[in-house]
């Protein structure tokens, strides 16, 4: 009987961690979404506007571009890294 109860509870755990890892992934689809919008636009509002001195237009927009990517990556890398200390500490 007792062997029973230990698959269930493995299963059980399971399934958590795998709704957990979904809710995580949409939440952080959604705020990705939003960091591309907001890179966007700033992208537009550098194309439209006078350079800085002392910089090339490459430059900027190659700083701007890389910003862009970092923010739409940084929501599921935390997530990622939350869920995997999570599932250390949880067994």
Same mark, same amino acid.
């Given at each position: 009987?007792?062997?029973?109860?230990? #698959? !269930? $509870?493995? *299963?059980?755990?399971? *399934? &958590?961690?795998?709704? /957990?890892?979904?809710?995580?992934? *949409?939440?952080?689809? /959604?705020?990705? =979404?939003? =960091?591309?919008?907001?890179?966007?636009?700033? %992208?537009?509002? !550098?194309?439209?506007?006078?350079?800085? &001195?002392?910089?090339? #237009?490459?430059?900027? %927009?190659?700083?701007?571009?890389?910003?862009?990517? &970092? &923010?739409?990556?940084? #929501?599921?890398? $935390?997530?990622?890294?939350? %869920?995997?200390?999570?599932?250390?500490?949880?067994?």
């Amino acid at each position: 009987m007792a062997t029973n109860i230990e #698959p !269930q $509870s493995l *299963v059980r755990r399971t *399934v &958590d961690d795998l709704i /957990i890892a979904e809710l995580f992934l *949409v939440q952080a689809t /959604i705020e990705s =979404a939003s =960091a591309l919008g907001d890179g966007l636009s700033a %992208l537009s509002r !550098q194309i439209t506007t006078a350079d800085e &001195d002392g910089s090339a #237009p490459a430059d900027s %927009l190659g700083k701007t571009l890389q910003r862009i990517a &970092d &923010d739409a990556l940084e #929501p599921y890398s $935390s997530r990622f890294k939350y %869920l995997r200390n999570l599932k250390n500490t949880k067994y």
